[in-house]
């Protein structure tokens, strides 16, 4: 378990960052990888009063989305930038659950993470339950054809995403 005791100096850096910040928090293109992640996740569960984060255009694979979604399911934040990273399917995956969860989620920027069908139809599913998400962005992604039945099922019967492209 990461502890800021056993962070090293980077990951304290971002710690202080982001537990400093009143309630907006922008890391974008800062190069951070999962380890990075790791830490933002460990302030993230002790500064609950975080309402936005930007997160892209960096490097955070799964490990780091799946962090990140598990400290949010319990959180106050409304508006998440991950645009640009590497989270794949399993981070959609781990995103879709966080969509489960949170009901304080609004904003929601995938864009460009490498994620394919079965992390397009993880969040369609999360989106037949979850009702805050207003806006969605899986823009260059490696979504197929196949997904877009599943995605075209939650719009009939998901009346809150008013956004999705």
């Known amino acids: 378990m ?3 005791a056993n ?8 710690y202080d960052e982001v537990t400093n910040e009143p309630n907006y928090v ?3 293109d800062r190069e951070l990888g999962d380890a990075e992640a790791l830490a933002i996740a460990e302030a993230l569960k002790v500064k609950t009063t975080v309402t936005g984060i930007h997160l892209d255009t960096n490097r955070i694979g799964e490990v780091g989305a799946r962090a990140i979604a598990e400290t949010l399911k319990a959180n106050t ?6 645009c640009w990273n590497h989270i794949g399917d399993a981070g959609a995956q781990a995103i879709a659950e966080l969509l489960t969860a949170n009901t304080t989620v609004t904003y929601l920027d995938l864009s460009s993470n490498q994620i394919g069908d079965a992390g ?4 369609a599913e999360a989106l037949k339950v979850n ?3 207003t806006e969605l962005f899986l823009w260059y992604n490696e979504i197929s054809d196949a997904a877009v ?3 075209v099922e939650v719009l009939k019967v998901n009346k ?3 956004t999705l492209e």
């Open 77 to 82: 934040l409304t508006f998440l930038n991950l």
């Open 7 to 14: 962070m090293n100096e980077r990951q304290r850096e971002l």
């Open 120 to 123: 397009a139809q993880a969040i």
């Open 160 to 162: 809150t995403l008013k």
């Open 149 to 151: 039945p599943s995605i």
């Open 2 to 4: 990461l502890t800021y």
């Open 26 to 28: 922008d890391l974008t």
């Open 131 to 133: 009702t805050t998400l």
